[in-house]
């Protein structure tokens, strides 16, 4: 059962947050909070799983509130604006949900934070980079995984999720440091917290690129640099 809280200035989005959470038996709401200030106090004492937070507040601002907590639990922006998305998966949130929030994506987002916690649970070892895969030891056992099953490479905090084609392993690496373990002519670093295999792209689309089912979002300080080696990359062929 995952602990979680609500922080969000509106009486009718809080109460549709708690419709949604009502819905999952693995979530349990411990507080709902209209403003920052009441819900770092509420931090300071408690443990919390998930905190669903809003962007535009009276007062301090999501984003500035998260900015300055040390230890934050995993964070999932509720917010009516969509242009922060960016801005926001820098600050290694979870998800991001854009109101008004479908029953479906919250399921999802929910799923994702729950998948990061049992990733953290089990947290891999990064071991070795060869010529054409890695080694990640899991538990008892080393995996390996090729450079062509690799997708994309996702940072959270002071950790890094390796997803591949078969599954995804959590290890302590910041992403610069494994973003230079990877050759550089397949993996592309496309904001503070993503790498990308190039190879995987399915399609982009303004600022998201698609992977799957996974929409990563291009950094503002990266997308210049990010299209022009797409380009190159493209003429080549």
Same mark, same amino acid.
């Not at 947050?17 to 200030?37: C, H, P, Q, R, W």
């Not at 991001?96 to 799923?111: G, N, S, T």
């Given at each position: 059962m995952m602990k979680c809280i609500i922080v969000d200035d509106e009486? %009718?989005?809080?109460?549709?947050?708690?419709? #949604?959470?009502?819905? +999952?038996? #693995? +979530?349990?709401?411990?507080? @709902?909070? @209209? =403003?920052?200030?009441?819900? #770092?106090?509420?931090?300071?004492? #408690?443990?919390?799983d998930i905190m669903f937070l809003d962007i535009e507040m009276p007062g301090q601002s999501g984003l500035d509130f998260l900015r300055s907590l040390d230890d934050a639990p995993m964070v999932i922006l509720t917010t009516a604006y969509p242009q *922060?998305?960016?801005?926001? *998966?820098?600050? =290694?949130?979870?998800? *991001?949900?854009?109101?008004? %929030?479908?029953? =479906?994506?919250?399921?999802?987002?929910?799923?994702?934070?729950e998948t990061f916690l049992s990733l953290a649970e089990n947290t891999a070892v990064f071991e070795a980079v060869e010529d054409d895969f890695i080694f990640i030891k899991s538990e008892r056992k080393y995996v390996k995984i090729r450079f062509d099953e690799l997708l994309f490479v996702e940072g959270l905090k002071d950790y890094v999720i390796v997803h591949a084609t078969h599954g995804k392993y959590m290890t302590a690496m910041n992403v610069k440091t494994i973003h230079n373990k990877l050759p550089e002519d397949m993996f592309f670093r496309v904001s503070k917290s993503f790498i990308i295999n190039v190879n995987h792209i399915d399609d982009i689309d303004g600022n998201v690129i698609n992977i799957r089912e996974n929409e990563i979002p291009i950094g503002r300080s990266y997308r210049d640099v990010f299209l022009d080696f797409v380009n190159k990359r493209l003429l080549r062929r």
């Open positions: 009486p %009718i989005a809080r109460e549709g947050m708690k419709m #949604n959470i009502g819905e +999952l038996s #693995n +979530l349990t709401l411990v507080g @709902e909070f @209209e =403003d920052a200030a009441s819900a #770092n106090e509420f931090l300071k004492n #408690n443990q919390v *922060y998305a960016v801005e926001a *998966y820098e600050l =290694d949130v979870v998800d *991001y949900l854009v109101k008004p %929030i479908k029953l =479906d994506r919250f399921i999802r987002a929910v799923a994702k934070a």
